[in-house]
């Protein structure tokens, strides 16, 4: 029986005759995971509040490695951003790579190095604001380190999240990892140029998808061919005009 709250607990007799008794769960790991958390969520509510202030469209975009992230924002910046206030945010465990693409293409980048870590939280995204001062109007991005579990679970204060999710993944997705899909604004289905090489379902994978989020809006896109970007820009600049708006 666990000394703390009285839950059960299992005890483990080794071959020399030593007994261990181990509760099911540690009260001090919960507790210092809720005082992580609790942390986080003040910091993004500051980043929220100042980024509302000057009326900054925050998108956290999300997605496993591989799923498109980078090469969506690239054309994006091109295509639909030049000459438009942008900069990103980017997050990786190593390299400069992404920072690198993304100012070739055109932005403002800041290059956070994770390391071990799985996810940015708010602090890193306060820290690379700082270092880009991104001007009232701005639009900022948040590319997230690729991974479809962390992610999803700390709040940035971004305004909406964005999940890229690539048809060469599976359309099991959205059900293997709900708590992303759960969260995310919009999905988008990328790499659908490679559709006619794969075995992929895309009326199943939206099916999975609005099992998990019934609300979320899902758009087919291409970031390598262009297709299907048109729906991703008209969604933009309707975010776009609320901030702008919101003023």
């Known amino acids: 029986m666990c000394d703390i709250c009285g839950c059960d607990s299992h005890e483990h007799v080794h071959e020399d005759g030593t007994r261990h008794r181990h509760p099911h769960h540690d009260h001090r790991v919960v507790e210092l995971e809720e005082r992580i958390v609790g942390k986080n969520d003040a910091l993004a509510q500051r980043n929220r509040a100042w980024l509302a202030q000057h009326a900054i469209l925050a998108l956290n975009l999300m997605g496993a490695p591989g799923a498109g992230k980078t090469t969506l924002l690239e054309r994006t910046i091109r295509e639909r951003l030049a000459g438009r206030k942008i900069v990103v945010v980017e997050g990786d465990q190593a390299t400069a790579n992404d920072g690198e693409r993304i100012r070739a293409a055109g932005a403002a980048a800041v290059q956070i190095n994770t390391g071990a870590g799985c996810h940015l939280d708010a602090a890193m995204v306060a820290r690379g604001l700082a270092d880009l ?28 999240r964005v999940v890229v999710f690539s048809a060469t993944e599976g359309e099991d997705k959205p059900l293997k990892y709900p708590h992303m899909f759960r969260a995310a604004h919009l999905v988008l289905l990328n790499k659908i140029d490679l559709l006619p090489h794969l075995d992929f379902d895309v009326v199943r994978a939206g099916e999975n998808a609005r099992r998990v989020n019934p609300d979320v809006e899902l758009l087919q896109v291409s970031a390598r061919s262009g297709e299907g970007m048109r729906g991703w820009y008209d969604w933009l600049e309707r975010e776009m005009r609320a901030i702008a708006g919101s003023r």
């Open 133 to 160: 001062v991104p001007p009232a109007g701005a639009v900022v991005v948040i590319e997230n380190v690729g991974n479809l579990v962390c992610p999803a679970l700390f709040d940035l204060g971004e305004r909406r």
